[in-house]
C-alpha cells in the first residue's frame, strides 16, 4: 500500500475502496499534518489534499468536491455519478474557502 509506508512518515486513519476508486485518509506523523489521497484505477487518476484536521473526514468522504473547489483536475468522464443532461450545469467552486457543510 503505498501511502501507508512507515518510512514516509504516513499512518493511514481510514481506507475506502470502491470499483475501482479508493479514498485514504492519512496522518502525516513528522508534519501532524492530515492529508487525503484519491486513486481510481479506471483512469489512472490520482490526487492528494492536504485538509485541516477538523474537515479531514468531510474531505475523506466527498474528496472531489473538495478537489473541484480547489481548482484541482481530475477526470470526470468516468465517474458514476455524473448527470447526463446537458441541461445540469456544473456546481461553481467556492473561491478560497471549503464547501458549505449540509446541515
Avoid at 503505498?2 to 481506507?15: I, K, N, T
Avoid at 476508486?21 to 489512472?44: C, I, K, Y
Avoid at 472531489?64 to 455524473?82: E, F, K, S, V
Wanted: net charge neutral; glycine share 6%.
Amino acid at each position: 500500500m503505498p501511502y501507508s509506508s512507515p518510512a514516509q512518515g504516513y499512518r493511514e486513519l481510514a481506507h475506502r475502496a470502491m470499483d475501482g476508486l479508493e479514498v485514504f485518509l492519512l496522518w502525516h506523523q513528522p508534519s501532524n499534518g492530515v492529508m487525503v489521497a484519491v486513486s481510481d484505477a479506471r483512469t489512472g487518476g490520482r490526487f492528494e489534499l492536504d485538509v485541516p484536521p477538523d474537515e479531514a473526514l468531510d474531505v475523506f468522504l466527498h474528496p472531489y468536491a473538495y478537489a473541484a473547489a480547489r481548482g484541482i483536475p481530475y477526470d470526470t468522464d468516468l465517474l458514476p455519478c455524473r448527470p447526463k443532461s446537458p441541461a445540469l450545469t456544473p456546481v461553481r467552486a467556492y473561491q478560497g474557502r471549503s464547501p458549505e457543510r449540509p446541515r
